[in-house]
């Protein structure tokens, strides 16, 4: 069986031979990564496919405010880097949600919520206990929660 981190490392020994640069050096900040999270804490352990995805996952999110940084910031040159190597990442993570199936998860989960008796504040972290194992990587936690205060305040 091949893992994730292995499918991961194959890719970087290929990007090195085609001399692909971007495409290298993201894969090992991403594998650097994965090895700190590994030996992060009491003992070293092997990553499961879905951690590994989850760390791939912050790191995409790094990328993506370091490039609004960068872009404020006055440096495109250094955004572009940074989005590039987002777009890297993201091809290991799962598709993420467009604003349409993301609102309909919610809404879906509001109901739930809201048929077992959560109102008011109580029902903002009952829906968001109902929609985060069905949203499961494919949308960050900020625009979940915003998808929900939405729908709550509807």
Not at 23 to 31: G, K, N, P
Not at 39 to 64: I, M, P, Y
Not at 90 to 103: F, I, R, V
Not at 106 to 113: I, N
């Amino acid at each position: 069986m091949t893992t994730f981190k292995s499918r991961l490392r194959d890719d970087l020994t290929a990007s090195i031979k085609e001399r692909d640069e971007l495409r290298s050096a993201t894969l090992r900040m991403a594998l650097a990564a994965i090895t700190t999270e590994e030996v992060a804490g009491e003992t070293a352990r092997e990553l499961s496919d879905a951690e590994v995805q989850k760390v791939l996952a912050r790191e995409a999110k790094k990328r993506r405010e370091a490039a609004e940084a960068f872009d404020k910031g006055g440096r495109p040159e250094q955004a572009e880097r940074e989005r590039a190597e987002g777009e890297v990442l993201a091809g290991y993570l799962p598709k993420q949600l467009t604003d349409a199936e993301l609102a309909e998860l919610v809404d879906a989960a509001v109901a739930e919520a809201r048929a077992g008796g959560a109102e008011g504040q109580k029902a903002m972290g009952a829906v968001m206990k109902i929609v985060n194992p069905r949203v499961a990587g494919r949308a960050e936690g900020g625009r979940v929660a915003a998808a929900v205060k939405r729908a709550l305040a509807g």
